[in-house]
């Protein structure tokens, strides 16, 4: 990794990307963690006539917060 001790702006690209990596990372583990509860609720509620797996309730919690987030701050 010589190269980038001698050019420092690619050494600040490579640091921000591995940050960008790492937050991409951490937020689609929480995502992960949080559709359990979803999927439990959904599969108690709904288990004899349609069972889901943990992937589609993360994605039922995406799709909700897409439809019911929070709308951004007007000025």
Do not use: C, R, T
């Amino acid at each position: 990794m010589a190269i980038l001790s001698n050019i420092p702006m690619l050494k600040k690209l490579v640091d921000i990307g591995y940050a960008m990596l790492i937050v991409i990372i951490l937020s689609a583990l929480v995502g992960l963690i949080l559709a359990f509860p979803v999927m439990w609720l959904w599969n108690f509620v709904f288990g004899n006539l349609y069972s889901i797996n943990v992937f589609q309730a993360w994605a039922l919690n995406v799709l909700a917060g897409i439809l019911f987030g929070k709308p951004g701050e007007k000025k």
